[in-house]
Protein backbone atom coordinates (compact mmCIF):
# COMPACT_ATOMS: atom_id res chain seq x y z
CA UNK A 1 0.00 0.00 0.00
CA UNK A 2 1.44 3.45 -0.58
CA UNK A 3 2.50 5.34 1.83
CA UNK A 4 -0.32 8.26 2.43
CA UNK A 5 1.65 12.07 3.43
CA UNK A 6 1.53 13.63 7.15
CA UNK A 7 -0.22 16.65 7.58
CA UNK A 8 0.49 18.39 11.17
CA UNK A 9 -2.78 19.90 12.28
CA UNK A 10 -3.33 22.78 13.88
CA UNK A 11 -4.79 22.42 17.38
CA UNK A 12 -7.99 23.74 16.81
CA UNK A 13 -9.12 21.78 14.37
CA UNK A 14 -8.04 18.61 16.07
CA UNK A 15 -10.76 19.79 18.49
CA UNK A 16 -13.51 20.38 15.78
CA UNK A 17 -12.46 16.79 14.14
CA UNK A 18 -13.12 15.33 17.55
CA UNK A 19 -16.28 17.34 18.27
CA UNK A 20 -17.56 16.68 14.52
CA UNK A 21 -17.13 13.22 14.63
CA UNK A 22 -19.06 13.25 17.74
CA UNK A 23 -22.08 15.25 16.50
CA UNK A 24 -21.64 12.42 13.33
CA UNK A 25 -22.03 9.97 15.86
CA UNK A 26 -24.97 10.78 17.27
CA UNK A 27 -23.28 12.04 20.85
CA UNK A 28 -24.75 15.60 20.70
CA UNK A 29 -27.98 15.40 18.84
CA UNK A 30 -29.47 17.91 16.82
CA UNK A 31 -30.74 21.19 18.43
CA UNK A 32 -28.51 20.03 21.07
CA UNK A 33 -26.27 22.41 23.42
CA UNK A 34 -22.83 21.59 23.61
CA UNK A 35 -21.25 21.90 26.69
CA UNK A 36 -19.50 25.44 28.09
CA UNK A 37 -16.56 26.57 26.49
CA UNK A 38 -14.47 25.57 29.93
CA UNK A 39 -16.16 22.56 30.01
CA UNK A 40 -14.81 21.32 27.13
CA UNK A 41 -11.18 23.03 27.97
CA UNK A 42 -11.10 20.80 30.81
CA UNK A 43 -12.34 17.49 29.06
CA UNK A 44 -9.53 17.98 26.46
CA UNK A 45 -6.41 19.20 28.22
CA UNK A 46 -6.55 22.27 25.93
CA UNK A 47 -7.02 26.43 26.67
CA UNK A 48 -10.69 28.01 26.25
CA UNK A 49 -8.84 30.02 23.12
CA UNK A 50 -8.22 26.89 21.55
CA UNK A 51 -11.82 25.35 22.01
CA UNK A 52 -13.65 28.53 20.89
CA UNK A 53 -11.59 28.66 17.53
CA UNK A 54 -12.71 25.00 16.69
CA UNK A 55 -16.13 26.20 17.49
CA UNK A 56 -15.97 29.03 15.05
CA UNK A 57 -14.70 26.30 12.75
CA UNK A 58 -17.60 23.75 13.16
CA UNK A 59 -19.60 27.08 12.62
CA UNK A 60 -18.51 27.87 9.36
CA UNK A 61 -18.79 24.56 8.62
CA UNK A 62 -22.45 24.08 9.38
CA UNK A 63 -22.26 21.95 12.10
CA UNK A 64 -23.29 24.39 14.71
CA UNK A 65 -25.15 27.33 15.53
CA UNK A 66 -23.58 30.17 18.07
CA UNK A 67 -26.41 31.95 20.13
CA UNK A 68 -25.11 35.23 21.88
CA UNK A 69 -26.30 34.77 25.27
CA UNK A 70 -27.22 30.96 25.30
CA UNK A 71 -24.55 28.80 23.90
CA UNK A 72 -23.43 26.62 20.81
CA UNK A 73 -26.16 24.27 19.37
CA UNK A 74 -25.51 21.40 16.51
CA UNK A 75 -26.99 22.10 13.69
CA UNK A 76 -29.31 19.70 10.96
CA UNK A 77 -26.67 18.39 8.51
CA UNK A 78 -28.73 16.80 6.69
CA UNK A 79 -29.41 19.37 4.17
CA UNK A 80 -26.21 21.48 4.73
CA UNK A 81 -22.86 21.37 2.33
CA UNK A 82 -20.99 23.85 3.57
CA UNK A 83 -17.42 24.11 2.93
CA UNK A 84 -14.27 22.41 5.03
CA UNK A 85 -11.97 25.45 6.51
CA UNK A 86 -8.62 25.06 4.67
CA UNK A 87 -6.26 23.21 6.57
CA UNK A 88 -3.50 26.31 6.27
CA UNK A 89 -5.98 28.50 7.86
CA UNK A 90 -4.55 29.97 11.04
CA UNK A 91 -6.67 29.94 14.34
CA UNK A 92 -7.04 33.93 15.29
CA UNK A 93 -6.52 33.88 19.09
CA UNK A 94 -3.19 32.20 17.84
CA UNK A 95 -2.55 34.36 15.21
CA UNK A 96 -3.16 37.39 17.40
CA UNK A 97 -0.49 35.75 20.08
CA UNK A 98 2.14 35.37 16.97
CA UNK A 99 1.77 39.10 16.05
CA UNK A 100 2.24 39.99 19.54
CA UNK A 101 5.79 39.06 19.28
CA UNK A 102 6.62 40.13 15.88
CA UNK A 103 4.84 43.12 15.98
CA UNK A 104 6.19 44.06 19.57
CA UNK A 105 9.99 44.16 18.17
CA UNK A 106 8.78 45.98 14.93
CA UNK A 107 7.41 48.59 16.70
CA UNK A 108 10.74 49.05 18.61
CA UNK A 109 12.50 48.95 16.10
CA UNK A 110 10.34 51.36 14.06
CA UNK A 111 11.17 54.01 17.39
CA UNK A 112 14.49 53.66 16.48
CA UNK A 113 15.02 53.67 12.70
CA UNK A 114 11.62 55.25 11.68
CA UNK A 115 11.86 58.60 9.81
CA UNK A 116 9.37 61.42 9.41
CA UNK A 117 7.82 59.92 6.57
CA UNK A 118 7.01 56.79 8.08
CA UNK A 119 5.97 58.57 11.44
CA UNK A 120 3.55 60.65 8.62
CA UNK A 121 2.10 57.63 7.25
CA UNK A 122 1.53 56.31 10.73
CA UNK A 123 -0.66 58.73 11.51
CA UNK A 124 -2.50 59.03 8.55
CA UNK A 125 -3.16 55.53 9.07
CA UNK A 126 -4.86 56.44 12.41
CA UNK A 127 -6.63 59.21 10.97
CA UNK A 128 -8.09 56.84 7.99
CA UNK A 129 -8.84 54.71 10.79
CA UNK A 130 -11.11 57.33 12.77
CA UNK A 131 -12.97 58.56 9.45
CA UNK A 132 -13.90 55.07 8.51
CA UNK A 133 -14.87 54.65 12.05
CA UNK A 134 -17.03 57.57 12.07
CA UNK A 135 -18.90 56.66 8.95
CA UNK A 136 -19.89 52.88 10.31
CA UNK A 137 -17.38 51.06 8.03
CA UNK A 138 -14.85 48.47 9.81
CA UNK A 139 -11.78 50.14 9.32
CA UNK A 140 -9.60 47.69 8.25
CA UNK A 141 -8.02 49.42 5.41
CA UNK A 142 -6.55 52.08 7.93
CA UNK A 143 -5.69 49.22 10.53
CA UNK A 144 -4.04 47.47 7.62
CA UNK A 145 -1.66 50.57 6.23
CA UNK A 146 -1.01 51.50 10.11
CA UNK A 147 0.65 47.78 10.94
CA UNK A 148 2.36 47.74 7.46
CA UNK A 149 3.79 51.37 7.99
CA UNK A 150 5.45 50.34 11.12
CA UNK A 151 6.92 47.63 9.83
CA UNK A 152 8.05 48.97 6.47
CA UNK A 153 10.17 51.54 8.88
CA UNK A 154 12.32 48.53 10.34
CA UNK A 155 13.35 48.61 7.20
CA UNK A 156 13.64 44.69 6.55
CA UNK A 157 11.76 43.16 3.74
CA UNK A 158 11.33 39.32 5.28
CA UNK A 159 9.49 41.49 8.53
CA UNK A 160 7.17 43.50 6.25
CA UNK A 161 6.22 40.14 3.98
CA UNK A 162 5.38 38.58 7.41
CA UNK A 163 3.72 41.18 8.81
CA UNK A 164 1.76 41.63 5.60
CA UNK A 165 0.98 38.12 5.47
CA UNK A 166 -0.50 37.67 9.10
CA UNK A 167 -2.59 40.49 8.51
CA UNK A 168 -3.95 39.73 5.64
CA UNK A 169 -5.34 36.37 7.07
CA UNK A 170 -7.89 38.67 9.14
CA UNK A 171 -9.68 38.16 6.13
CA UNK A 172 -10.21 34.18 6.46
CA UNK A 173 -13.46 32.80 7.33
CA UNK A 174 -12.39 32.00 11.13
CA UNK A 175 -11.38 35.33 11.89
CA UNK A 176 -14.14 37.31 9.79
CA UNK A 177 -17.25 34.89 11.97
CA UNK A 178 -15.20 35.95 15.26
CA UNK A 179 -14.86 38.93 14.53
CA UNK A 180 -18.25 39.40 13.56
CA UNK A 181 -19.72 38.70 17.15
CA UNK A 182 -17.11 40.91 19.12
CA UNK A 183 -16.02 43.53 16.27
CA UNK A 184 -18.34 46.75 16.71
CA UNK A 185 -18.55 50.84 17.02
CA UNK A 186 -16.46 50.74 20.73
CA UNK A 187 -13.98 47.89 20.43
CA UNK A 188 -12.87 49.93 17.27
CA UNK A 189 -12.83 53.07 19.46
CA UNK A 190 -10.98 51.37 21.73
CA UNK A 191 -8.18 49.64 19.68
CA UNK A 192 -7.83 53.25 18.01
CA UNK A 193 -7.07 54.96 20.94
CA UNK A 194 -4.14 51.91 21.31
CA UNK A 195 -2.74 52.96 17.88
CA UNK A 196 -2.32 56.66 18.92
CA UNK A 197 -0.29 55.13 21.83
CA UNK A 198 1.70 52.92 19.37
CA UNK A 199 2.33 56.07 17.32
CA UNK A 200 3.18 58.44 20.66
CA UNK A 201 5.81 55.88 21.48
CA UNK A 202 7.44 55.81 18.18
CA UNK A 203 7.52 58.54 17.62
CA UNK A 204 9.41 59.83 21.25
CA UNK A 205 12.08 56.87 20.07
CA UNK A 206 11.34 55.01 22.93
CA UNK A 207 11.53 51.43 21.78
CA UNK A 208 10.77 49.74 25.28
CA UNK A 209 7.34 52.18 24.97
CA UNK A 210 6.44 51.16 21.40
CA UNK A 211 7.34 47.63 22.31
CA UNK A 212 5.24 47.74 25.22
CA UNK A 213 2.03 49.90 24.02
CA UNK A 214 1.97 46.97 20.66
CA UNK A 215 2.37 44.38 23.51
CA UNK A 216 -0.72 45.75 25.03
CA UNK A 217 -2.73 46.66 22.12
CA UNK A 218 -2.69 42.98 20.67
CA UNK A 219 -2.91 41.79 24.38
CA UNK A 220 -6.54 43.57 24.82
CA UNK A 221 -7.14 42.43 21.08
CA UNK A 222 -6.73 38.81 22.40
CA UNK A 223 -9.38 39.93 25.42
CA UNK A 224 -11.73 41.55 23.14
CA UNK A 225 -12.12 38.43 21.34
CA UNK A 226 -12.11 36.01 23.75
CA UNK A 227 -14.92 37.63 26.14
CA UNK A 228 -18.16 36.07 27.53
CA UNK A 229 -20.37 35.06 24.45
CA UNK A 230 -22.95 36.89 26.51
CA UNK A 231 -20.72 39.90 25.74
CA UNK A 232 -20.74 39.50 22.00
CA UNK A 233 -23.29 41.07 20.04
CA UNK A 234 -25.88 39.76 18.03
CA UNK A 235 -24.57 38.28 15.12
Known sequence: ???????????????????????????????????????????LGVSRPSVREALIALEVEGWVEVRTGSGVYVLDRSKRSSPAVEVTEWGPLELIRARRVVEGETAALAAIHGKKRDFDAMRRAVDAMRAQADQSVMPLEGDRAFHVAIVEASGNAVLVETVQGFWDSRYGPLFTRLGGYFENAVSWRHAIAEHEAIVAAIVARNPDAARAAMHAHMDKSHQRYSASWRRAKAA
Open 1 to 43: MPLQSIEPKRLYRQIADQLRALIAKGEFATGARLPAERDLARQ
